[in-house]
């Protein structure tokens, strides 16, 4: 008889028998603290409307885009895996759910050393009591336990953000959401539970098909006609301000550069207004970007919203995936990034000014010791974010731990941030997280340069305690 499936206790601690031994005492004193997941893009509805999930395809593999990436290198297409398709784009999408799960199950070796499959363990096993390895044979067996699951009260939306003691979930949204969803929720107890990001990227790279549309939308909802810059940047400062009433702690900014240079007034107003003429070139749309980091830099410094940047990404390297599915599933490639001088314009200005708060993040990894850790070190306005991305795998941690560590220390970071858009994940990414800094904690202990205590203290702050005063209300 096949034993029940399981997880091992001290998965993803130092193999080393001693260190292990050290690990386990600081890894529980994480295990059980609560969640404090401050950048994610699990969509608010989900928690306002309380509805059941669905079904296994709908919450494990649709909307995963590390899964999906796997299973489309292997030949699967968008289409197989049931991700939607645009109007008129003429695919047709794979309905039948079932057979999607099967297609996953039935590729479970592709995610062998991969965090993808370290997290889909935590969340079958531990969260939907599977005991049963994913395969060919067993996918329909698993599908019909996770159809049970899901049915029940105890797997809703809200029962799970209770049972996975989530403190508080940062989603993150456009900047011209009308954010009822956070209102409702604010109305039922939910408000400071859920709190919006004010992400303004679809603003403030002009050269984007939607960029026009985007700017009617934005004159909508904030009732300032934007015919020109300067009302513009009234426009994004009164969205700011209604983010800010309804619990925003931060905001979000993707840009493939870190390029922050202002521009003088009269460049930006003429560059604006080529933009809504249809007329802007890309020079002129990459130089208006990095001077909206500098404006948003500045925005922040006045309204206390942490500003979040995580360039480095060159989004939909396959346009026609991209045209044919949207965002998010052409293939985004990681880049080199300069943050050295490209952000000096921006720290001159704002680096030690009192209000601001920068959290830099990169799946470069080639500039954490080089040039993020030395900007965290000295700028008493920047916090290195947590390995993010392509990086956010037992081994990228301990590499973030090892490079930026001895020159920004741990208290110049801001502990783990999950960054997925799977809800049921979001523990098992956090928990990780705690292993690995267990881990981590325990070699200096264990080569004497860390007593225990500071340790396990440690071990407290980078879980829970850096990311509630990294992400604090503003005040």
Do not use: C
């Given at each position: 008889?096949?034993?029940p499936?399981t997880?091992?206790?001290?998965?993803?601690?130092?193999?080393?028998?001693?260190?292990?031994?050290?690990?386990?005492q600081?890894?529980?004193?994480?295990?059980?603290?609560?969640?404090?997941?401050?950048?994610?893009?699990?969509?608010?509805?989900?928690?306002?409307?309380?509805?059941?999930?669905?079904?296994p395809?709908?919450?494990?593999?649709?909307?995963?885009?590390?899964?999906?990436?796997?299973?489309?290198?292997?030949?699967?297409?968008?289409?197989e895996?049931?991700?939607?398709?645009?109007?008129?784009s003429?695919?047709?999408?794979?309905?039948?759910?079932?057979?999607?799960?099967?297609?996953?199950?039935?590729?479970?070796?592709?995610?062998?050393?991969?965090?993808?499959?370290?997290?889909?363990?935590?969340?079958?096993?531990?969260?939907?009591?599977?005991?049963?390895?994913?395969?060919?044979?067993?996918?329909?067996?698993?599908?019909?336990?996770?159809?049970?699951?899901?049915?029940r009260?105890?797997f809703?939306?809200?029962?799970?953000?209770?049972?996975?003691?989530?403190?508080?979930?940062?989603?993150?949204?456009?900047?011209?959401?009308?954010?009822?969803?956070?209102?409702?929720?604010?109305?039922?107890?939910?408000?400071?539970?859920?709190?919006?990001?004010?992400?303004?990227?679809?603003?403030?790279?002009?050269?984007?098909?939607?960029?026009?549309?985007?700017?009617?939308?934005?004159?909508?909802?904030?009732?300032?006609?934007?015919?020109?810059?300067?009302?513009?940047?009234?426009?994004?400062?009164?969205?700011?301000?209604?983010?800010?009433?309804?619990g925003?702690?931060?905001?979000?900014?993707?840009?493939?550069s870190?390029?922050?240079?202002p521009?003088?007034?009269e460049?930006?107003?003429?560059?604006?207004?080529?933009?809504?003429?249809?007329?802007?070139?890309?020079?002129?749309?990459?130089?208006?970007?990095?001077?909206?980091?500098?404006?948003m830099?500045?925005?922040?410094?006045?309204?206390?919203?942490?500003?979040?940047?995580?360039?480095?990404?060159?989004?939909?390297?396959?346009?026609?995936?991209?045209?044919?599915?949207?965002?998010?599933?052409?293939?985004?490639?990681?880049?080199?990034?300069?943050?050295?001088?490209?952000?000096?314009?921006?720290?001159?200005?704002?680096g030690?000014?009192?209000?601001?708060?920068?959290?830099?993040?990169?799946?470069?990894?080639?500039?954490?010791s080089?040039?993020?850790?030395?900007?965290?070190?000295?700028?008493?306005?920047?916090?290195?974010?947590?390995?993010?991305?392509?990086l956010?795998?037992?081994?990228?941690?301990?590499?973030?731990?090892?490079?930026?560590?001895?020159?920004?220390?741990?208290?110049?970071?801001?502990?783990?941030?999950?960054?997925?858009?799977?809800?049921?994940?979001?523990?098992?990414?956090?928990?990780?997280?705690?292993r690995?800094?267990?881990?981590?904690?325990?070699?200096?202990?264990?080569?004497?340069?860390?007593?225990?205590d500071?340790?396990?203290?440690?071990?407290?702050?980078?879980?829970?305690?850096?990311p509630?005063?990294?992400?604090?209300?503003?005040?």
């Open positions: 008889m096949t034993e499936w997880l091992h206790p001290d998965r993803a601690l130092p193999a080393d028998p001693g260190v292990r031994s050290i690990a386990r600081v890894y529980a004193q994480t295990a059980d603290l609560p969640i404090v997941s401050m950048h994610g893009h699990v969509d608010a509805r989900v928690l306002d409307e309380d509805q059941p999930f669905g079904d395809a709908e919450l494990f593999v649709i909307p995963d885009h590390y899964l999906v990436r796997m299973l489309v290198s292997q030949g699967a297409g968008n289409h895996l049931g991700v939607p398709a645009r109007a008129g003429g695919v047709e999408v794979e309905q039948d759910h079932r057979e999607i799960w099967r297609r996953f199950a039935s590729n479970w070796r592709l995610f062998r050393g991969t965090p993808t499959r370290y997290w889909l363990e935590h969340e079958l096993v531990e969260v939907f009591g599977v005991d049963t390895r994913p395969s060919a044979k067993s996918a329909d067996a698993i599908y019909d336990h996770l159809l049970d699951a899901l049915a009260p105890e809703r939306p809200r029962a799970l953000f209770e049972r996975f003691r989530i403190e508080t979930l940062a989603t993150t949204d456009a900047a011209t959401d009308d954010l009822a969803h956070h209102t409702s929720l604010a109305r039922q107890g939910w408000g400071e539970k859920v709190v919006p990001t004010f992400r303004p990227d679809a603003l403030v790279h002009i050269d984007r098909p939607g960029w026009p549309a985007g700017v009617a939308e934005l004159s909508r909802v904030s009732g300032v006609d934007v015919d020109g810059y300067d009302a513009f940047i009234v426009a994004l400062e009164q969205r700011r301000a209604v983010f800010r009433a309804a925003a702690r931060a905001t979000d900014h993707g840009h493939v870190a390029e922050a240079t521009l003088a007034d460049d930006a107003r003429r560059i604006f207004a080529a933009a809504l003429r249809g007329e802007a070139t890309a020079a002129q749309a990459q130089a208006f970007s990095g001077h909206m980091l500098v404006e830099a500045r925005m922040s410094s006045e309204d206390g919203l942490v500003m979040q940047l995580h360039p480095g990404v060159l989004r939909d390297h396959d346009p026609h995936i991209a045209g044919v599915f949207g965002p998010d599933t052409g293939f985004d490639i990681p880049v080199q990034v300069e943050y050295t001088r490209a952000l000096r314009p921006l720290l001159e200005r704002f030690r000014h009192p209000g601001l708060r920068l959290v830099l993040f990169t799946i470069d990894e080639t500039v954490y080089r040039e993020l850790a030395p900007l965290a070190g000295v700028y008493p306005a920047v916090r290195l974010g947590a390995p993010w991305w392509f956010d795998s037992p081994d990228g941690m301990r590499r973030f731990r090892d490079a930026a560590t001895e020159t920004a220390g741990f208290y110049n970071t801001t502990g783990f941030v999950d960054d997925t858009r799977a809800f049921a994940s979001i523990p098992a990414r956090h928990d990780l997280a705690r690995i800094d267990a881990g981590y904690l325990a070699r200096l202990v264990a080569e004497h340069r860390l007593d225990l500071e340790a396990l203290e440690t071990a407290v702050d980078l879980a829970y305690e850096l509630r005063e990294s992400y604090a209300p503003p005040v």
